[in-house]
């Protein structure tokens, strides 16, 4: 019998067969079964309150045999009580602490082959040649070992703890990055809203004016014909009376009807179209907001002295030869800038500037107040009087506010549309390929009027096409 079988022998014969838990006070009756005291006081207690009845006053059936016992003959067993206070303080091995081909306690540990073997393990030939040593010993050695590996476990815990809570802060700035990015979806599509009811109405009185138009001259026409119908039907009557005389009456007075027939001018109208003109069109943001486009020109007279201008349209330089330029009031000096040939103080406005870039280019778009600084370098920001975007080296394109709010963009926009509402104080721009936001910028009111501002940073940066003129910084 190995050792895990005489330990469960041992631990059912100090077990007690009511209670199923090791004897506490156990006590003996006469047909030789063993309970606890409190456990066949109770059992017996519980069969008083039988109706059936007992063939001998004071005994009761033994819960094992059902022979009959005196209650006053139970006899206290001190070897069972011995024996379950042994078993309740050392249990028996468990079958993972024995070898699984010997059923002997592992004693040995096999550094090896890495794994614990008991006594008749070590002798085999498999383990025979390994260096094998106590559990005791190796445990030691492992002990440290895993001390090493929880320190480095708990290093690996803090570390992961900050990365956590940095994860939880950068989850926390993602949410509100949505939250503003919701914001704007719901604003710019409110705008879109408002932008199509009123293209809404504006092409349902471009359809009515067409309409009226047209059954104007469609009207004119029926009526001009149905006068000429008239007429032609009483001569073909006064005709037709005639051929109908005798000859002498026929030929009396035929000079002045045939004169009237000759005299008859027969017209007949242009065929008026009735081709609709106006198309429904529900527009996408970017079609609404052409409705508003301005034939912006930038101005000769204020660009940088190496800010060239060429007028496609004309083939010829708007922009002054660099040797003899005027130094005027109104001429950009410290930046490769000009600024439109309008300025803009009322109404909504729309223009587009194309864009050929090259290299790491800098450019900048948008408006600016009619009185900015144009002699000394100052940030371009609204608190200096422009509201533009730019793209930065390194193809950053940033909003020129303080402090700067930088999106990136795998590419910068080849054609960026700008859009002013001056009475609702916003200036915003819009990718035209892809018919994306780039940026807004809304206050409450403009300071005052507004011309269209663009900014080419430095030789080689490329081109801007603004309606029909291309500027370029020559090195």
Not at 169 to 190: C, S
Not at 298 to 314: F, I, V, W
Request: hydrophobic share 35%; charged share 30%.
């Amino acid at each position: 019998m190995d050792a895990v079988e005489l330990a469960r022998k041992l631990q059912e014969e100090a077990t007690c067969s009511i209670c199923l838990d090791y004897f506490t006070d156990p006590v003996m009756t006469t047909c030789g079964h063993n309970f606890c005291r409190e456990c066949i006081q109770l059992t017996w207690e519980k069969a008083k309150g039988q109706k059936k009845r007992r063939k001998r006053k004071g005994s009761f059936p033994c819960p094992e045999c059902r022979e009959l016992s005196p209650q006053r003959n139970l006899r206290p067993n001190r070897l069972l009580t011995k024996v379950a206070e042994m078993v309740r303080q050392h249990p028996s091995p468990q079958s993972r602490d024995l070898c699984p081909v010997h059923r002997e306690l592992l004693k040995l540990f096999c550094e090896d082959d890495q794994r614990p073997i008991c006594l008749i393990c070590r002798e085999s030939q498999e383990h025979r040649p390994h260096r094998v040593v106590p559990i005791e010993e190796a445990v030691q050695a492992y002990k440290l070992k895993l001390e090493e590996d929880m320190e480095h476990l708990r290093e690996e815990m803090m570390k992961t703890e900050e990365l956590q809570a940095k994860e939880e802060q950068t989850l926390a700035e993602w949410q509100e990055k949505v939250k503003e990015r919701r914001e704007r979806i719901m604003v710019e599509f409110e705008k879109m809203g408002l932008f199509l009811m009123e293209e809404k109405q504006r092409l349902l009185q471009a359809l009515k004016k067409e309409e009226e138009e047209t059954v104007a001259k469609l009207q004119q026409s029926t009526a001009s014909l149905k006068e000429q119908s008239h007429s032609l039907e009483r001569l073909l009557l006064q005709l037709e009376d005639r051929n109908e005389r005798t000859p002498l009456q026929m030929l009396q007075d035929m000079k002045d009807l045939l004169s009237r027939k000759n005299s008859l001018s027969v017209q007949y109208p242009e065929t008026t179209s009735v081709m609709l003109k106006t198309i429904c069109r529900v527009p996408g943001q970017i079609e609404v907001l052409k409705s508003f486009q301005e034939d912006v020109v930038p101005d000769p007279s204020t660009a940088y002295p190496y800010l060239l201008l060429y007028e496609s349209r004309q083939r010829r330089y708007l922009s002054t030869p660099m040797d003899g330029t005027p130094r005027g009031k109104d001429r950009f000096l410290a930046y490769p800038c000009a600024v439109g040939q309008e300025a803009f103080s009322s109404g909504r406005h729309y223009w587009e500037v194309g864009m050929n870039l090259t290299g790491d280019a800098l450019w900048a778009l948008g408006v600016c107040r009619d009185n900015v600084s144009r002699r000394n370098r100052v940030p371009k920001s609204p608190e200096n009087g422009f509201w533009v975007v730019q793209l930065c080296k390194g193809k950053r394109y940033t909003p020129a506010a303080l402090p700067p709010t930088p999106a990136t963009l795998v590419e910068p926009p080849s054609h960026v549309g700008i859009f002013l509402d001056f009475e609702a104080g916003e200036l915003s721009f819009y990718n035209v390929n892809d018919g994306s936001h780039l940026h807004t910028y809304s206050q409450p009111a403009f300071p005052g009027p507004l011309q269209p501002f663009f900014c080419l940073g430095a030789p080689k940066s490329g081109q801007m096409v603004i309606s029909t003129v291309t500027l370029w910084v020559k090195g």
